[in-house]
């Protein structure tokens, strides 16, 4: 009898998978929540926040090289990773074409629910609070439509989805090449994380903007590859 190719053993592992990645998107979900809850965020924003201001917020290395640099190299690799679609290289010829093609909508997903969520939020940067030399007041991002007096659209962290967004490439490539996976996950995590840590230097963001950006990027990379699967499933059918 012939053994069955790698993809089938591959698709019998899926349910397994997603329950995992289930429970951590709920497990992340709550300690988020908890962090949220423990009022941690002005706390953590006063280590560089004073009622001057933010000393760092036009710092040049921030600005130039942690914000602008970094945004631009992630539309460099976004494009890469579209021309790879059709011209795989490096890890990208170990998958077939659909999930080349589902890592890049993962990406372009996660970016598009921080844009739209960002652009609906009424909660306002540090920099714009009254403690930090501003005009607004402290507002909870979940109390949404509330406003703070401030010039509001700074919740999630647009700036550190430049690196978050690529988490949804973990799920497109765990099943064909695992190892490559967890590397490209981890890349994903520390990269975002320093570029919500450099805005949370300026006054740009609050450290639970920067931990909601992973989640919604985890949770929309998540979305898709369960989405992916369940269509594969059908065609099977």
């Not at 497109?172 to 190892?179: E, G, N, V, Y």
């Amino acid at each position: 009898m012939p053994s069955c190719p790698p993809a089938s053993f591959a698709d019998t592992r899926a349910p397994l998978y997603n329950r995992r990645w289930l429970l951590a998107t709920v497990l992340s979900f709550v300690l988020i929540a908890l962090w949220d809850a423990g009022g941690q965020d002005l706390a953590l924003a006063q280590l560089w926040g004073t009622a001057q201001g933010f000393a760092l917020r036009d710092d040049h290395f921030l600005v130039t090289y942690m914000h602008q640099g970094m945004r631009n190299l992630g539309w460099l690799v976004v494009l890469a990773l579209s021309l790879g679609v059709w011209l795989p290289f490096g890890v990208l010829r170990q998958l077939p074409t659909a999930r080349r093609v589902q890592l890049l909508v993962s990406i372009l997903a996660s970016l598009a629910v921080v844009a739209i969520l960002k652009r609906s939020s009424a909660t306002s940067c540090p920099w714009d609070l009254s403690v930090f030399g501003g005009v607004a007041e402290y507002v909870s991002h979940w109390r949404w439509g509330l406003h703070d007096g401030g010039a509001g659209h700074c919740f999630p962290a647009g700036h550190a989805a430049a690196g978050f967004s690529f988490v949804g490439g973990y799920f497109a490539l765990a099943r064909d090449t695992p190892r490559a996976a967890r590397w490209w996950l981890a890349v994903a995590l520390v990269m975002g994380l320093l570029l919500g840590l450099g805005q949370q230097m300026r006054g740009a963001h609050y450290m639970s903007h920067t931990l909601w950006t992973a989640w919604l990027c985890w949770t929309a990379g998540l979305a898709i590859d369960m989405g992916m699967a369940r269509r594969r499933s059908q065609a099977a059918d």
